[in-house]
């Protein structure tokens, strides 16, 4: 009977997107059933270059944690392009609806903040570690008592890593269970803040949430151990989630292994962090399904060598987080450059918007 259940809603899709215009999204969600499509209901402006996409999402959409991410695609110059973006709505929100919070800053983002209620975009599954633990039902205080300082909670962002810990905090406020909160948040003015008015008035109706604003372009200054002594005194105690550009990153993630607390940091990267490989040598790089083949040095990875050379591999994150761009290793030696691990197995997997070419190497593209 599942089976058939499942045939049925199958055919109910497909039932749905054959009354409409079809759209490239359209005949994606057919080939990849895991892959679905949402509508665009509603666009709204966050803060200069900053816009929220209201997306209500097809049958079959699994929901999604507060925190994760999601791999959103659609039809650019002709092609089907996708990118990750956290998704910045809470899972509470019974309309059936979720957000991403967009960035205008390349190709995609640009692409998205051009569309208009009505559009059409794919959504891959919700993924992601960057996620609270579970919260136990019950007062704060109970909470303290069973975890401890589990519950006394840094978030430290910048710019637009401020939506996955939106999600949290929207999360929170939605069960009536906000944690003790120090939030740090870096933006260049209180303009550039995003979801500046929510946060601002999170914090008056929830006295547990403190929120720290730091307007760089004012002399507010960057992220430091010295500084966190002075926003949040007790900040060793606290679990941390970090989320913003690489050098913020960078630095809390020093000030917490200098404490010995490295365990109690979580941080979500916009981009991979690359591991500094010294004389790293590259080589000569074919890709057989194309019948190209170019040089490459030791640290360019290769998603980028292979556009170089007038490729259009799929990919979406550019991070080494959703496979989507993965090709089949047919000989030779790659480097992962997050690790500096080499990997030359001919069939291995290699993510090559994270890999670069360790000597000669030919890839299945």
């Given at each position: 009977?599942?089976?058939?259940?499942?045939?049925?809603?199958?055919?109910?899709?497909?039932?749905?997107?054959?009354?409409?215009?079809?759209?490239?999204?359209h005949y994606l969600a057919l080939i990849r059933p895991h892959v679905r499509q949402a509508r665009v209901e509603a666009i709204r402006d966050e803060a200069p270059a900053v816009k929220t996409l209201v997306l209500r999402p097809a049958r079959g959409w699994q929901g999604h944690e507060a925190g994760q991410h999601v791999r959103v695609g659609l039809a650019?110059?002709?092609?089907?392009?996708?990118?990750?973006?956290?998704?910045?709505?809470?899972?509470?929100?019974?309309?059936?609806?979720?957000?991403?919070?967009?960035?205008?800053?390349?190709?995609?983002?640009?692409?998205?903040?051009?569309?208009?209620?009505?559009?059409?975009?794919?959504?891959?599954?919700?993924?992601?570690?960057?996620?609270?633990?579970?919260?136990?039902?019950?007062?704060?205080?109970?909470?303290?008592?069973?975890?401890?300082?589990?519950?006394?909670?840094?978030?430290?962002?910048?710019?637009?890593?401020?939506?996955?810990?939106?999600?949290?905090?929207?999360?929170?406020?939605?069960?009536?269970?906000?944690?003790?909160?120090?939030?740090?948040?870096?933006?260049?003015?209180?303009?550039?803040?995003?979801?500046?008015?929510?946060?601002?008035?999170?914090?008056?109706?929830?006295?547990?949430?403190?929120?720290?604003?730091?307007?760089?372009?004012?002399?507010?200054?960057?992220?430091?151990?010295?500084?966190?002594?002075?926003?949040?005194?007790?900040?060793?105690?606290r679990e941390a989630w970090a989320c913003g550009p690489q050098a913020l990153l960078d630095t809390i993630a020093a000030a917490y292994a200098g404490a010995g607390r490295a365990d109690q940091l979580h941080v979500e990267r916009f981009r991979a962090a690359l591991a500094v490989i010294p004389n790293a040598c590259g080589g000569r790089v074919a890709f057989?399904?194309?019948?190209?083949?170019?040089?490459?040095?030791?640290?360019?990875?290769?998603?980028?060598?292979?556009?170089?050379?007038?490729?259009?591999?799929?990919?979406?994150?550019?991070?080494?987080?959703?496979?989507?761009?993965?090709?089949?290793?047919?000989?030779?030696?790659?480097?992962?450059?997050?690790?500096?691990?080499?990997?030359?197995?001919?069939?291995?997997?290699?993510?090559?918007?994270?890999?670069?070419?360790?000597?000669?190497?030919?890839?299945?593209?």
């Amino acid at each position: 009977m599942a089976k058939v259940a499942s045939i049925w809603s199958r055919l109910g899709e497909v039932a749905g997107l054959v009354a409409t215009p079809l759209l490239p999204s359209h005949y994606l969600a057919l080939i990849r059933p895991h892959v679905r499509q949402a509508r665009v209901e509603a666009i709204r402006d966050e803060a200069p270059a900053v816009k929220t996409l209201v997306l209500r999402p097809a049958r079959g959409w699994q929901g999604h944690e507060a925190g994760q991410h999601v791999r959103v695609g659609l039809a650019v110059d002709g092609r089907l392009v996708a990118r990750t973006y956290s998704i910045s709505s809470a899972p509470e929100r019974r309309d059936g609806r979720i957000e991403i919070t967009v960035k205008a800053q390349g190709r995609v983002s640009n692409a998205l903040h051009a569309l208009e209620p009505g559009a059409f975009v794919t959504l891959g599954a919700a993924g992601g570690e960057f996620t609270l633990p579970e919260v136990p039902r019950g007062p704060l205080a109970a909470h303290d008592v069973a975890v401890g300082m589990a519950w006394r909670v840094l978030f430290v962002t910048a710019g637009s890593g401020v939506t996955p810990v939106a999600s949290m905090l929207r999360s929170c406020a939605a069960r009536g269970e906000m944690p003790d909160v120090v939030h740090v948040h870096y933006a260049r003015t209180p303009a550039d803040v995003i979801f500046g008015e929510e946060l601002r008035s999170l914090a008056v109706d929830h006295p547990s949430y403190r929120l720290v604003e730091i307007h760089t372009a004012t002399g507010g200054g960057h992220v430091s151990t010295a500084g966190l002594d002075a926003l949040a005194a007790d900040w060793r105690e606290r679990e941390a989630w970090a989320c913003g550009p690489q050098a913020l990153l960078d630095t809390i993630a020093a000030a917490y292994a200098g404490a010995g607390r490295a365990d109690q940091l979580h941080v979500e990267r916009f981009r991979a962090a690359l591991a500094v490989i010294p004389n790293a040598c590259g080589g000569r790089v074919a890709f057989a399904t194309s019948a190209v083949a170019t040089d490459a040095d030791g640290t360019t990875p290769l998603l980028h060598i292979a556009e170089a050379a007038g490729l259009a591999p799929p990919h979406g994150c550019r991070m080494g987080i959703c496979h989507t761009c993965d090709a089949s290793l047919v000989s030779g030696c790659v480097r992962d450059l997050r690790t500096g691990t080499t990997i030359d197995e001919p069939g291995a997997r290699i993510q090559i918007c994270v890999c670069a070419a360790a000597g000669d190497v030919e890839l299945s593209l």
